[in-house]
């Protein structure tokens, strides 16, 4: 099935969140040299994730995802396991980006529960069009300190959705649109401007239509081809936790298997 790239969608309730995809153009300030040095982090990023969102497109996998519903003291209540192949396709009709997500089932989760709703996260593994051309300057971004993962010293780069400018992602309500006001820090090699980690979020900026918190962290890996001499951090791990008024849900999913395909050859891609 090949569905509009979506961050999630609450099932059983009224609650759609997708990802929108306008362009835009990219642009930071210079001045001091830590906004140069910031400016040429966010430069090197955005390029990347160019040319990564085509290497993404050219890819498929194997998606499993574990759904929660979370009861008090956060108990798990309920949990459903699937998993699926995986891909994005990318199209460029008329000047506009498109991205949609195809997810063939591979298992799926038993439909057993009772008038029971639960969260179908989708789109997550994209959220590194926050840093994209189409994206960057509808955030204001500062430099927040490095870290070192894996080996690997990372750039700490904060982020903050800009009031009044077009968001990655949207809540659909009742034929209405209300932009989401992401939030969050991404780990970034500073030489290479490759994204490493995303954690983002929400303010309490929707509660007035149910929504109380939304929290993400998406963990990317380098994974080469055989082809290639370049090495792209792919996503391979995404955790959503999503709670309203009265509903609380904790949804993971785990990407691995990683293959290059085209018209006639597929090529597997071991994980570094």
Same mark, same amino acid.
């Given at each position: 099935?090949?569905?509009?790239?979506?961050?999630?969608? /609450? #099932?059983?309730?009224?609650? %759609?969140? &997708?990802?929108?995809?306008?362009?835009?153009?990219?642009? *930071?300030?210079?001045? @001091?040299?830590?906004?140069?040095?910031?400016?040429?982090?966010?430069?090197?990023?955005?390029?990347?994730?160019?040319?990564?969102?085509?290497?993404?497109?050219?890819?498929?996998?194997?998606?499993?995802?574990?759904?929660?519903?979370?009861?008090?003291?956060?108990?798990?209540?309920?949990?459903?396991?699937?998993?699926?192949?995986?891909?994005?396709?990318?199209?460029?009709?008329?000047?506009?980006?498109?991205?949609?997500?195809?997810?063939?089932?591979?298992?799926?989760?038993?439909?057993?529960?009772?008038?029971?709703?639960?969260? /179908? #996260?989708?789109?997550?593994? %994209?959220? &590194?069009?926050?840093?994209?051309?189409?994206?960057?300057? *509808?955030?204001?971004? @500062?430099?927040?300190?490095?870290?070192?993962?894996?080996?690997?010293?990372?750039?700490?780069?904060?982020?903050?959705?800009?009031?009044?400018?077009?968001?990655?992602?949207?809540?659909?309500?009742?034929?209405?649109?209300?932009?989401?006001?992401?939030?969050?820090?991404?780990?970034?090699?500073?030489?290479?401007?490759?994204?490493?980690?995303?954690?983002?979020?929400?303010?309490?900026?929707?509660?007035?239509?149910?929504?109380?918190?939304?929290?993400?962290?998406?963990?990317?890996?380098?994974?080469?081809?055989?082809?290639?001499?370049?090495?792209?951090?792919?996503? %391979?791990?995404?955790?959503?936790?999503?709670?309203?008024?009265?509903?609380?849900?904790?949804?993971?999913?785990?990407?691995?298997?990683?293959?290059?395909?085209?018209?006639?050859?597929?090529?597997?891609?071991?994980?570094?």
């Amino acid at each position: 099935m090949i569905s509009k790239s979506k961050i999630f969608v /609450l #099932s059983a309730s009224a609650f %759609t969140i &997708f990802s929108l995809l306008n362009g835009t153009s990219f642009a *930071a300030e210079s001045g @001091t040299p830590e906004a140069q040095r910031l400016n040429g982090i966010l430069e090197r990023t955005a390029g990347q994730t160019s040319l990564f969102l085509d290497q993404f497109s050219d890819v498929k996998c194997t998606e499993q995802v574990r759904q929660e519903k979370l009861g008090k003291d956060n108990k798990v209540e309920l949990k459903e396991e699937s998993s699926y192949d995986y891909l994005v396709i990318l199209t460029n009709s008329g000047g506009e980006l498109n991205l949609s997500e195809s997810r063939i089932p591979i298992h799926e989760p038993k439909k057993d529960r009772k008038n029971t709703s639960m969260l /179908l #996260s989708n789109g997550f593994a %994209t959220l &590194f069009l926050v840093f994209h051309p189409i994206y960057a300057e *509808a955030f204001k971004f @500062t430099l927040s300190g490095q870290e070192v993962i894996a080996g690997h010293t990372l750039q700490k780069i904060a982020f903050q959705h800009i009031t009044g400018m077009k968001s990655p992602a949207a809540l659909a309500l009742r034929g209405r649109e209300y932009p989401l006001e992401l939030t969050g820090t991404a780990w970034i090699d500073a030489d290479t401007g490759s994204i490493a980690k995303i954690e983002a979020g929400i303010a309490d900026t929707l509660q007035d239509v149910g929504l109380k918190t939304l929290s993400s962290e998406i963990d990317f890996s380098p994974l080469t081809f055989a082809d290639g001499k370049h090495a792209y951090w792919f996503p %391979t791990e995404a955790r959503v936790e999503v709670e309203t008024a009265r509903q609380h849900w904790r949804n993971l999913h785990q990407f691995t298997a990683y293959k290059k395909f085209s018209v006639s050859t597929e090529e597997k891609v071991a994980q570094k």
